[in-house]
């Protein structure tokens, strides 16, 4: 069942319309991530939820409520944004306290309340710090613990990460997982990153120009992605025209087609393998290390493919300028909507 639903949505910007009859359900407990270029609409969508943009058109529940012109506290919502957003002259403690103390909670429970959730994002040695006094990552945990101190019903977290370098990103993204499992808290996520929309999330939505291209599991949007965008956003495709697909394969094809880098089998023998397309001759164009995996740009005819190798022997790293055979499996060859 749906716990946060948004129907019919219209908005737009001085006469530019962004969502024309935009719908989306999530399910309560689900860690449901926007992911989309820049400009697509995932910060308009997620101010909407918050009641920062008033609405223009539609309508949004959230736990069955009409939400759609409540006022942003009277929501149940709580946000964390890139920009950390704390209030400078204020404790780590008092951060986190500010929004009970506004409720004016008993002093006894606020600080029972914060003591545990600093405890939660691991900062309780540094209650007394400011937030000059803290890195990008520590204030990010403090704004997560402002935010779910007050036991929302829905987190939204607009690319909360993107200001991190990438061990603390890694760090954080797993800590902000795990709360919200324990918790089974209701989450929107933005992100234009795949891989972070790929390793967070129970839903991905794939967005582009304020239309939803594609949703679903990580698995499913990563492996049949269903049109060009969606395969050349999410995972590094290689895309084929048609004709280009016919020439690939040797079969007859009339729509355009997508491949993974990583089902693409090169060889310094011809392999001729079941369910495989015939072996076709290719010349090593380029070679990036990624650390774990090898990237490889080999030219095949008039075609340039990327095939990904894993990185385990360094005996086995071809050269560029070095002649292989290529083998392309039949059944990782993902037909395009046009
Ligand atoms: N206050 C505003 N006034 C006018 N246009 C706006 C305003 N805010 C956003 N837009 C426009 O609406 C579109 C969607 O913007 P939005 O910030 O929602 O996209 P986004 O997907 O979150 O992008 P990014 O990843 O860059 O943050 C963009 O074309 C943007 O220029």
Partial sequence: MSFLTLSHIEQGYAQQPLFNDFNLSIGEGQLVSLLGPSGCGKSTLLRLVAGLT????GRIHLAGRDISHCAPRERGIGMVFQSYALFPNLSVFDNVAFALVQQKQPKAQIRQAVEAMLEQVEL??????LPRQLSGGQCQRVA???ALVCKPRLLLLDE????????????LREQIRQLQQAYGLTTLFVTHDQEEALTLSDHI?????GRIVQQG???EVYSAPVNEFAARFIGHYNVLSASEAQQLSGHAQTQALAIRPEALLLSTQPQTLTGHCAPQP???E??????NVLRYQVRCGELSLTCDRLNQHPQQVFAVGQQLWLSVPLAALRPLAA
Wanted: overall charge positive; charged content about 20%.
């Fill in 205 to 209: 939505v794939l967005m582009e120009c």
């Fill in 286 to 291: 380029r070679l990036q290390l990624l650390g």
């Fill in 282 to 284: 290719v010349q090593v």
């Fill in 54 to 57: 008033p609405l223009q058109g």
């Fill in 144 to 146: 997560l613990a402002r």
């Fill in 217 to 219: 599991n990580a698995a």
């Fill in 160 to 171: 909360p990460l993107s200001a991190l370098d990438a061990r603390i990103r890694r760090h």
């Fill in 124 to 129: 309780s040695e540094l209650a007394n710090r």
